[in-house]
């Protein structure tokens, strides 16, 4: 198993000694405000997650709301049109038409991106990219 470096002051761990980060935290309701469809589409994810995928931890950030397993695996950006961004990391680009931006993070890794507009949108496909970015490190 992997060692990671955990930073001293917010306890977040990361691959690298020293990685750049905001040890600054927020409410998870702050992220909400006015946002209620999109709270019930983020039950229903954490939900699918923590029953289909494993045991993660909730990390809520001024910018958004990171999940860790053994690392960071994906980012949860509630929007005010009831919308949930995802943003989780691969070793692939998925080709897909769910998915809207595909960035490069290294050599090996990328960062795929993609909306929940509905339930129906918290799918078997969904839960196996979730899975594969759960044990991607």
């Keep these: 198993m992997k060692t990671y470096w955990q930073c001293p002051k917010c306890k977040r761990q990361f691959k690298r000694q020293g990685q750049q980060h905001t040890c600054a935290t927020k409410p998870l309701q702050d992220h909400f405000i006015n946002k209620y469809a999109a709270y ?3 039950q229903q994810l954490l939900k ?3 029953t289909k995928v494993g045991k993660i931890t909730v990390l809520s950030i001024p910018c958004c709301i990171h999940l860790f397993g053994r690392y960071d695996f994906m980012a ?4 005010k049109d009831g ?4 943003r989780f990391a691969l070793d692939r680009k998925l080709k897909s038409k769910r998915i809207f931006a595909c ?5 090996n890794s990328y960062k795929n991106c993609l909306l929940i507009k509905s339930p129906k949108d918290i ?3 969904l839960i196996s990219w979730l899975k594969q970015s759960y044990n991607l490190k």
């Design 40 to 42: 019930k589409l983020y």
């Design 123 to 125: 799918n078997a496909e």
């Design 83 to 86: 919308v949930l961004e995802l």
């Design 76 to 79: 949860i950006l509630p929007k």
């Design 48 to 50: 699918q997650i923590g």
């Design 103 to 107: 960035v490069p993070l290294s050599k």
